[in-house]
Nanobody
Framework: VQLQASGGGLVQAGGSLRLSCAAS????????MGWFRQAPGKEREFVAG????????YYTDSVKGRFTISRDNDKKLVYLQMSGLKPEDTAVYYC?????????????????WGQGTQVTVSS
């Protein structure tokens, strides 16, 4: 199983980025998908997640209204569209997969992880 995250970079505050995560080696449509982030010196935190069908999405409060998670089960891709970026969004962003119907906000429950992509927001 491999999850390959991409799309990170350096952006000014207020800007936008779209992260992508390409999955292989798993029955993608059977997995809930999540995005997490980890800033230096901080614990990994849940950012957004969605069910296998994409029918329901979940967000941490700090990104609601600014980030949108989506997936394409045919292409085995999950996206995180980020807009209105703030310096506090700076972190390494990870995509993760868990084989369950619902979405967990606890990183420890996830089965597979991508390698992370750096997002840096300058003020």
């Amino acid at each position: 199983v491999q999850l390959q995250a991409s799309g990170g970079g350096l952006v000014q505050a207020g800007g936008s980025l779209r992260l992508s995560c390409a999955a292989s080696g798993l029955t993608f449509s059977s997995y809930a998908m999540g995005w997490f982030r980890q800033a230096p010196g901080k614990e990994r935190e849940f950012v957004a997640g969605l069910r296998w069908s994409g029918s329901r999405t979940y967000y941490t409060d700090s990104v609601k209204g600014r980030f949108t998670i989506s997936r394409d089960n045919d292409k085995k891709l999950v996206y995180l569209q980020m807009s209105g970026l703030k310096p506090e969004d700076t972190a390494v962003y990870y995509c993760a997969a868990e084989r369950r119907l619902s979405v967990s906000m606890d990183w420890i429950t996830y089965d597979y992880w991508g390698q992370g992509t750096q997002v840096t927001v300058s003020s």
